[in-house]
């Protein structure tokens, strides 16, 4: 594509307002911006879209929405008259223009004959997938960028099972769009209008209190937690996103009554203030809520992103420090605790499952097989995970009662088809007063986990690769390691080596060659002779190759070791 010719025709364009159009003017000068923002058009893969908010044509703007929604709408169209009255529905986050983008996509949606339903104001992620799946539509839309920072934003699709969208929709979306004119090409209708026909239906209270009542019969143990309740304080933070009503209110209904939120960060604002990064991930964004459970006295920390998909937890020490429990280890506890939970309410399935990624700790497997349940891997994304779990059910070959991937999402229950945090933090709740019935903290009941199954530890190293280059660096990496595999890491050597782009198996001892299930994906898996598994790929939505590593020892020192020596390897990558 011509960057400049691209550039020239949007600052042609009557589409643009006058503020686009003195923001692409005020760049005339800089052919690197321009080409930063006219190179192309963002990729449109199987999470949709995501981008800095600029105006240009590999950005996120009105004018890309309205593109790429006219795209989505013909594919719906493409299921007949019956998926046009199935309709879409849309959600948005607390990000800056996330309404404005909302309302852009129902507008392309009513004016292609699509029935819409829309909710009134900011949503969580699952609560939309619950609503796709609520409703029988055809399909749904959601602008969100998770947990990014504050200048980007998103647009995710999602299909009739709740779930993101298959790669073969992706792919279609993707084709028809290399058709369609981004000016020219768009049919879009008033919003009032769309309203006062009936095409577009305003979703609001009514829809929490269905979604609510699903997230709430997952509770398997009120009894304790009410026996708990005068002493048990937790501190919750949305981080200025869209967990501020759904999560408290879930909570209080489970019967806590020490729920302190951490007041500037229950203020909804796209800016994020407070936070250099919205992630539950990164533990400094927890400063604020970490200083309020001391002064309060509290045990236990909650705090969801900004469209409330992921959630991250903190518990005390036994110094009086908070700790991060990580999303591995999140999801360990979660599920010996649900196994535990379920059995004693006499809820636990014949054939119960658990799913995980291929990139989620091992320990996950060994909690599952020891408590007599199958577990089952994936690839990262929880479409797959959702894929999975409606293969085995539908085939009657089991009951999945938990999936998760480490970068702290949670799928549970039959409602949702993506990450959940309104019920994830439902249940990290009831775990922690469960174990606060005993007089142990999270802290301890993972220590007492590693006891019973074995010390297992992972990290994740992210190599950043920004702007053009970066593109073809983390191109580069991947081609290299495939032409000149390693024989060892860290001087240890490599015994199976994976590629989950053909499915291709390499018995590195033996040179013995075979294939395995998955295949399809842009990931490299090394297998060590000490129990380690490394795996690469390349991240879907950022500028970076993820490295994980996962490993397991003696102790927590073994284990800790060998996260070190490894990662000194993943920095020789760089």
């Known amino acids: ?66 593109w790429a929604t006219q795209g989505f709408a013909d594919v719906i169209c493409a299921e007949g008259q019956a998926g046009r009255d199935r309709g879409v529905a849309i959600c948005m986050d607390c990000r800056n223009h996330s309404m404005e983008f909302a309302r852009a996509a129902a507008e392309v949606c009513a004016a292609n004959g699509i029935h819409v339903r829309i909710f009134e104001s900011l949503r969580p992620t699952p609560e939309l997938s619950f609503a796709v799946r609520e409703y029988h539509c055809q399909a749904g839309i959601n602008v969100t960028a998770s947990h990014n920072p504050k200048e980007y934003n998103g647009y995710k699709v999602y299909w009739e099972d709740g779930a993101q969208l298959p790669p073969h929709h992706a792919d279609a979306i993707a084709k028809r769009l290399e058709q369609l004119d981004i000016f020219r090409d768009i049919k879009t209708m008033p919003y009032d209008e769309a309203v006062s026909q009936g095409i577009i239906e305003v979703l609001g209270t009514e829809t929490d ?3 609510l009542a699903n997230v709430m019969a997952q509770v398997n143990d009120p009894e304790t937690v009410a026996k708990v309740a005068d002493t048990f304080k937790l501190v919750y933070t949305p981080f200025h996103g869209t967990g501020y009503q759904l999560i408290p209110e879930a909570l209080h209904r489970l019967g806590i009554r020490h729920l302190i939120c951490v007041p500037q960060q229950m203020v909804v604002d796209g800016n994020f203030p407070t936070v250099v ?15 309020l459970a001391k002064k309060e006295g509290a045990d236990f920390i909650l ?36 196994i535990g939970a379920m059995k004693r309410a ?21 909690v599952a097989e020891v408590n007599g349940l199958a577990c089952y891997d994936t690839f990262t994304g929880f479409k797959f995970l959702a894929e999975k779990k409606d293969k085995l059910e539908n085939a009657g070959e089991g009951k999945v009662i938990f999936a998760y991937e480490e970068s702290y999402g949670y799928m549970l229950g039959d409602y949702v088809r993506d990450k959940d945090a309104v019920t994830a933090s439902l249940l990290l709740t009831e775990m922690a007063a469960w174990y606060a019935s005993q007089g142990l903290t999270l802290a301890d009941a993972l220590e007492n986990l590693y006891k019973k199954y074995g010390y297992y530890a992972e990290k994740t190293h992210n ?19 495939r032409q000149q595999p390693p024989a060892q890491i860290s001087g240890v050597d490599v015994v199976v080596r994976k590629d989950y782009t053909d499915g291709s198996v390499v018995d590195c ?3 013995a060659k075979s294939t395995m299930e998955l295949s399809g994906s842009n990931v ?14 390349p991240s879907g939505t950022e500028p970076k190759i993820k490295v994980y590593i996962l490993t397991q020892g003696a102790d927590a020192d073994a284990c800790a070791a060998n996260i070190e020596k490894y990662g000194q390897w993943v920095q020789s990558l760089h």
């Not at 990064?277 to 200083?291: C, D, K, Q, R, T």
């Open 277 to 291: 990064s919205p992630n539950p991930e990164n533990p400094e964004g927890f400063a604020l809520a970490v200083e």
């Open 463 to 481: 190599l950043v690769m920004p702007g053009l280059d970066g593109l073809k660096d983390m191109a580069n990496l991947m081609a290299s390691l």
């Open 1 to 66: 594509m011509d960057f400049m010719k691209e550039y020239e025709k949007w600052l042609a364009s009557p589409a643009l307002s006058p503020e686009e159009h003195a923001e692409l003017e005020a760049i005339r000068s800089d052919p690197k911006e321009i080409e930063a923002r006219f190179y192309g058009p963002l990729e449109f893969g199987t999470a949709g879209l995501r981008g800095t908010m600029y105006t240009g044509l590999h950005n996120m703007n009105i004018h890309v929405i309205r």
């Open 209 to 211: 209190e269905k979604f």
């Open 509 to 511: 001892r033996t040179g």
């Open 303 to 338: 705090g969801s992103d900004p469209d409330a998909d992921r959630v991250g937890i903190m518990v005390k020490t036994k110094s009086g420090e908070f700790k991060v429990i990580s999303g591995n280890q999140t999801g360990v506890l979660l599920l010996d605790y649900l």
């Open 346 to 366: 006499g809820k636990l399935p014949e054939k119960a499952v658990a799913l995980k990624t291929i990139v989620t700790t091992e320990m996950a497997r060994k």
């Open 524 to 537: 490299l898996r090394y297998e060590l002779a000490d129990g380690t598994t490394i795996l690469v790929r």
